[in-house]
Structure formats: C-alpha cells, structure tokens
C-alpha cells in the first residue's frame, strides 16, 4: 500500500540564544492544518515526546547474531590445524609457522588498506539513518489538531507498539491562529536529539508550519515529495490497535512506582524460557498483584488497589515493550491500565497532567500466524446504513469529538446505532476512541479512504474462519494441562454438509505449535503455509468463548 506525502522542506529546528524554535513541516496534499504556541510545560513535554520517538523506533522482532567473522576465523584455523597435523617433519613444520606469520602480516596489512572503506560505509549507513530517515522508518508520525488538544500518533517498526501523546492547550502559552484537522509532519533523527535540549528556562515554540500552505510549484528546491510503500500488515495492525481501544476492558490505576518495579523486575532477569507472561492478579479492594513467568517472581502494588468488579486472571504478552514508560517515570501523576483480556491487546495510559501518554501493546510482540486469533478486532459490531454512518460522521466532525450519547441525543438515534457506526469509521482509519477523556475523534489516517475490504483480514482463510463463527458452525472443547501451561482444543467445524474434525495444542505462551484436521489444506500444507481456516476457526470460538 502506497502512501504519498509532500513537504514544504524539513522539520527545522532554530536556536537562538534563550529560545528554541520546533517548526514541523505538514504534508501540503492534506487539508491546511497548523498550530502555533509556546510550551508552558518544558520537561514533561520533553520527556512524553522522546518516549513517543521511542515507539517509532521500536523493532523488537528476532535478529539473529552476524556469526560471518565467526565462521571465516573458523575456517581458517581448521586450516591451520589441518596444516600442524600434516606437517609431519620439523623443517616442515618450521616453514609452516614462518608462512603464517607472513599470511597473518599481510592480513594485518589488508585490513588496515580496507579500515577506510569499512569507515566509509558506515558513516553513509549512519547518514541515510539521520537525514533520510524514510529509508529506514516507514511511516512518518500524524499529528491532529482539535480545539481542545493537539495529539500525535505513531506506530512501531515490528508492528506491535501504538504510541499516543496528547497535550490540552494549557501546555502551551501565547497559542497563535490554529486550523484543525489531521496531517502527517516530516520527522527526522536530529530533531530527536534537539528535543534533549527542551530546558525549563529556555522558551521554547512549537509550531507545524502554516507557512507551507502557499502556492508551490513542483520545482521549488524546497519541495519535498516522499512516497513510501507500507505493507498491509502494518495498516492493518495499526487499525486493529485503534479498534481494540473501544472495546470494553478491565480498568484500573497503577502508582508510577509499581511500573517502576515491574520495569526494575524485567531488567534483573532474563527469560531463557516459555512461558514469558505478566500474570494479573485482580480482587476488588485487594492490590493489583503481578506475577511474572517463567520465574514466578510476584510483585504485589500496594499503592494500587483494584476497585473494580470480579476477580480476574489474566495473562500478557511482549512485555519487554514496557520499557517505553521509563522516561515517564519521573512526571507521572499515575497509569490507567486497560486489559481486554488474556492474549488481546492492552493499554497504559500515563497522566502527565495536562499531556497523557497512551501505549497500546498489540497481543505479541511477534504478530505472526503462530499468534493469530485477534483479527476479529476488525469485525463490524452491528450493521448501520451507509446514510447513517455518514450523518454520524458529519455530527462528530463538526466538533471534531464527542460521547456517543451526545451523537445519538443530536441525531435522534439510538445509541447502538451511533456505536456501529462510530466503530466502523474507526476501522476505517478516520476516528479514534480517546481512552484518557472517554470521547471519540475524528482523525483520517491517510489523505485517500484505506480499502478496509482488503485490510480486515491477512488472508482468505481469516475471512472463512469469521464465517464459520458468525454461521455458528464450530463447537470447541478445551482441555488444559496443569504440567505445563499447555492447552488443548478439539472440535467439529460444519462446512456446507461436511463436518470437519480439527484440533490444535497453545503452548505455555499460547502460540499454536501443532495441529490437525482432515480438510484438503491441511493434508497438503499441514502448517507450512500457516493454519487452515478451521483451526483458526476453533482458535477464535475458544477466544470468544473464554472472553464471555
């Protein structure tokens, strides 16, 4: 999927004796959105947007270490050793030493002719990394301008990290002429470093261009043009994280020093095995407790006492992408911790006062086949009319963000009717649920309508898979281990007049690592091209099922 975006220049950034200057370029393909104001609220503002720029380069997915020094050393001591063995005499032997050490000089030598070029190559990797950053980024942040707030969004390189900062106009002093609306703004690894140096007594303004938005020809040397080609799990994973924020959850508020613990907990430890879970631990008036696998190491929050209903158990993935939240530590008022359940996405949400830092972590971090069972966070949750949803979207774009009741008081709908329609605009990349004041917004991801058809499902046998639910044709049976962790599905799944028999087995960090069936695909692929539509099929029931 391509994304195509035009910049009046760069990001500049101007430093003049007492002040600061942070001026971001906008995409001009895009409505005319700008804004212009002073930070009022130095630090915190600092620290909230480097732990934004800490999402947008975030890539936890596996590198397997470079071993090609390894290997070449390798060999040549085998030959080397294999030369000691032969040499059978000492003349031999003694005209073999004095080769090596000649062949090692003038590798020596070699080395010290190529150290140029190896210092060449990579300042010039180093220097695509800073200045063209779309090389090795693909999605440049989106800013939105509301008449309440400002905020940005972003998304990780692997896929699994959402990052939200929203600042409210008391951030910001001597605030110009602002228009809202969303764009994307050019971002670049320099002005990640100028941001270390926000400082309290240094005033600093922070404007996105309204400049950019005069007549420009496209030979201007300061026009920019940046197409990028996204892949559509990127997308689609973005979208499900902004779907998964309006699901119901289970809430609670952690002090900023149990976040503390549990980052202190991670960074003593090292996991070299499954399962690699946070276990919550939740009882009304009892302290959230946590307890981490494999090493069974529970941290008890005494400062957080969960106040909700029911007891609960429930089991996250990935961590490690709580690191993100360090730098929050300091100017953190409190976390909102949102949990839609055992291997579903969740979300913290920081109070900085008047800025909040929402971090959305996807179900695992690897959001790979092995893992699926969350795409039906992009199912439709009730049919509404295209008339409707189109009366529902002028309604909330007219304030830009509104409580689905106050929609459905203004519009005389029913409030499921405002829902559906709010839902499927969300999945359409143009709203998003605000989990800090409980209100949606209208906010367009791209400048062209995403084709939410083709991003809904990674493949055809997702798609069959939500039919065979929604047709109430699959029935599941559970059979967890107490040894392991493990668990069992079996089942029957009725497609047209066969029955299909699957059964699958989720290891201690719920990946499926073994199937069966005795339909077509699975006889010739078995999982090598990933699981077939019935054991995805069984897989989300168990999912629905538990979550009810």
């Known amino acids: 999927m391509q994304f195509e975006y035009s910049y009046a220049g760069n990001t500049a950034v101007q430093h003049q004796g007492d002040r600061t200057q942070l001026s971001f370029a906008p995409d001009l393909k895009r409505e005319p959105t700008f804004f212009t104001g002073e930070l009022r609220q130095n630090v915190a503002f600092r620290e909230a947007i480097s732990a934004l720029h800490d999402v947008v380069v975030s890539d936890l997915r596996f590198k397997p270490k470079d071993k090609t020094a ?115 703004i050019d971002y670049s690894e320099p002005l990640y470093d100028e941001f270390q140096k926000i400082r309290s007594y240094k005033q600093t303004r922070f404007e996105v261009d309204p400049s950019g938005f005069t007549t420009r020809t496209g030979t201007d040397a300061a026009y920019k043009e940046v197409k990028i080609d996204l892949p559509d799990s990127w997308v689609r994973g973005f979208l499900q994280v902004n779907s998964a924020m309006a699901l119901p959850a289970v809430r609670f508020t952690l002090h900023p020093m149990d976040v503390h613990n549990f980052l202190f907990v991670l960074k003593r430890h090292k996991e070299k095995k499954g399962p690699r879970s946070m276990r919550y631990k939740l ?9 981490f696998e494999p090493w069974g190491t529970e941290v008890i929050c005494r400062r957080s006492v969960y106040e909700g209903e029911g007891t609960h158990d429930i089991r996250v993935w990935g961590r490690r992408r709580l690191g993100v939240l360090e730098r929050l530590l300091p100017v953190a008022r409190r976390f909102t911790v949102h ?55 002028d309604a909330l774009k007219e304030t830009w963000s509104s409580k689905p009741e106050a929609l459905a008081s203004k519009l005389g709908l029913e409030r499921g009717t405002v829902l559906g329609a709010l839902s499927a605009w969300t999945q359409a990349g143009r709203a998003i649920w605000d989990l800090n004041k409980g209100v949606y917004r209208a906010r367009e991801l791209s400048r062209e309508p995403l084709p939410v058809d083709k991003l809904r499902f990674a493949n055809e046998r997702e798609e069959r898979a939500t039919r065979f639910l929604d047709a ?75 979550r009810t």
């Open 472 to 546: 109430r044709a699959v029935h599941v049976r559970a059979n967890p281990s107490s040894v392991d962790g493990s668990l069992e599905l079996s089942g029957t799944v009725k497609e047209g007049e066969k029955v299909l028999r699957s059964s699958l087995r989720l290891d201690g960090d719920q990946r499926m690592v073994s199937g069966e069936c005795t339909c077509n695909f699975f006889q010739q692929n078995k999982l090598f091209r990933g699981p077939c539509e019935h054991l995805l099929a069984l897989r989300l029931q168990h999912s629905r099922v538990s």
């Open 70 to 184: 390894y290997k070449v050393w390798a060999a040549q001591q085998e030959e080397a050793d294999l030369a000691a063995i032969a040499s059978q005499r000492q003349a031999t032997a003694s005209r073999l030493k004095a080769l090596r050490e000649e062949l090692t000089e003038l590798e020596k030598r070699s080395a010290a002719r190529m150290q140029p070029f190896w210092d060449a190559r990579a300042r010039y990797f180093r220097f695509l990394y800073e200045k063209h950053r779309d090389l090795w980024f693909v999605y440049d942040p989106v800013i939105t301008i509301h008449p309440d707030e400002c905020f940005f969004e972003c998304f990780s390189q692997d896929e699994s990290t959402y990052g939200r900062l929203g600042a409210s106009y008391e951030v910001f002093q001597n605030i110009g002429d602002f228009s809202c609306g969303t764009t994307n």
């Open 339 to 393: 949990l839609l359940g055992t291997g579903l996405p969740s979300f913290y949400v920081a109070d900085l006062g008047d800025l909040s830092f929402t971090l959305g972590l996807s179900g695992w971090t690897a959001n790979d086949w092995s893992t699926a069972g969350n795409f039906d966070l992009m199912a439709p949750r009730g049919q509404v009319d295209e008339l409707t949803r189109r009366r529902v979207f």
């Open 283 to 291: 009882a009304p008036g009892q302290p959230v407790k946590v307890v």
